[in-house]
DNA sequence: GAGTGGTCTAGACCACTGT
DNA sequence: CAGTGGTCTAGACCACTCC
């Protein structure tokens, strides 16, 4: 006689599950059996059951819906960002004329998607430096800052890819109304144009990369579960004088980000 | 009188217990009361303080252990890995005398401790290369490969800071023997000096970096609750002729982790 | 109103840890 | 051995969605 599973049961069925998932039985989208069938099917308590659905989510395989029922997720596009190349792309097209900037922006560059594809959302305010800002921006606690909040998904994909914090000293940007509209972000041309038409020239972007579970809101707007992580990007702007220009916070889902970063080392001298 | 609290009753047990925490009330280290005295004191069932316990081991705020008890977690030691400079700087000590080199290595680098704050691991074998890593190292399928897996800790910390799953293709390493002892990893020098005796100089290397839920081994050696996620870099190496001479998987707990990159932008001619 | 997932209870047995 | 966390059961009520 064959040894008896060691597993838990209720992990025995999410493996079970999980493989109907990945074989196209169960395809993305579809209603899973709601919980007290599966209770029945599988011969385990509802408890057991939820305790299954539970890893599914944690697996990213599912996503269960109070009063509706438990579905079946899509994979997600994968969402390559190299930020190598990005920045110094971004910097290069700042000099194009207008035309080819309308082109194409940065989330087409990472995705290959048109920007027919794309949908964009912003949204601007003004605040006050609290401490970490007021560190990160080198700046007094308090000073006056403009802070923009934008998202772009995919047409295809409700969720957003990224989700974009960012910072920058008000009375640096009061010059160019431009900047203070919501209408006139980010396209044509991006942050680093704008700053362009101030007479600001980038000299060096700093990326801080970490992992941390979702707050409730960006679990609900990235569409994750709150047992997946997000990637954030603390990326910080310093311009050709030293100045530190701009914050910004990039949050993407863990699930389906992949950062790049390209490092080209200096020769030996032989 | 006050409306009733809307919250789930394990939530706000979980917060509770998370302010005692944060207070200092219950110090990291400490036993908690454990589950059937939780539930005693609260007035809840068993079943609801798990699930309490469940969202403060998610936080990463406690870890249970099977008959000892749930312990309060020591705040972690975060380390930045400074990438951009890290591998400028490997490549820099290749050229120097083996005394200098031997003073610190990277990990010293990364966290500011001294090398006899920390313990090191390796663990070589040789494996043949499955698709995965064919693909990343651009060799056939069932080519054979070098594997070294190593990590590195505090002695104060028994968890490591980082493992890694290094690869390099076997014929290339095989010339330098010292490249197949463990004894001799990774100190002194780094694998960029161990590839400088192979002839072998580094040109570019390139990082990927995703997070993802750990794999239960992974939980168990980094100490991370299977609900935090871990940042993982996959490290390619590329020498001077174009060849890829290492590709290695480093993975990081999320919770503690920061990975630092930095871009210097080209002027635009004025 | 019927069905769904979210919360909650009061039990039970198990594997594992300490003494 | 007693105590711990891990699994599991068979119920219950709730808020929510859809018809």
């Known amino acids: 006689m064959q040894s008896r599973d060691w597993r838990p049961r209720y992990l025995q069925l999410a493996e079970e599950l999980r493989a109907k998932i990945m074989s196209g039985e ?11 069938e ?14 299954a659905i539970r890893q599914l ?14 579905y079946v997720r899509a ?10 190349e990005r920045y110094q792309w971004e ?52 000073t006056p800052l403009l802070r923009r909040v934008y998202w772009t998904s995919s047409r295809h ?24 509209d919501e209408g006139k972000e980010p396209w044509p041309g991006g942050t ?11 000299d060096r972007i700093d ?15 990235l569409d994750i579960d709150p047992g997946v992580s997000v990637l954030t990007v603390r990326k910080t702007s310093v311009d050709t004088s030293g100045r530190v220009v701009e914050v910004a916070d990039v949050v993407m889902p863990g699930d389906r980000t992949e950062l790049v970063y390209s490092h080209k080392l200096q020769r030996w001298k032989t």
Chains 1, 2 share one sequence.
Do not use: C
Not at 26 to 36: D, F
Not at 38 to 51: E, F, K, Q, W, Y
Not at 192 to 202: A, D, N, S
Not at 207 to 221: C, H, K, Y
């Open 26 to 36: 169960l395809p993305p989208g579809i209603l899973m059996p709601s919980e007290t």
């Open 38 to 51: 599966l209770a029945d099917s599988s011969g385990l308590s509802r408890t057991s059951v939820r305790n």
């Open 57 to 70: 989510r944690e697996w990213g395989l599912v996503r269960a819906e109070q009063g509706r029922g438990t």
């Open 75 to 84: 994979p997600r596009q994968r969402v390559r960002r190299r930020n190598t």
């Open 91 to 142: 910097k290069d097209r700042v000099l194009l004329d207008e035309a080819e900037r309308l082109k194409t922006g940065a989330t087409e560059h990472d995705t290959g998607l048109t920007v027919d594809d794309l949908k964009f959302h912003a949204e601007y305010s003004q605040v006050n430096a609290d401490e970490e800002m007021a560190a990160a921006l080198r700046v007094d606690l308090g």
């Open 157 to 180: 994909e409700n969720a957003p890819l990224t989700v974009s914090y960012s910072y920058l000293p008000y009375d640096l940007v009061a010059e160019n109304p431009d900047l203070l």
């Open 192 to 202: 680093q144009h704008q700053l362009y038409t101030l007479g600001i020239e980038l």
């Open 207 to 221: 990326d801080e990369i970490r992992a941390r579970p979702p707050s409730p809101d960006e679990a609900e707007l």
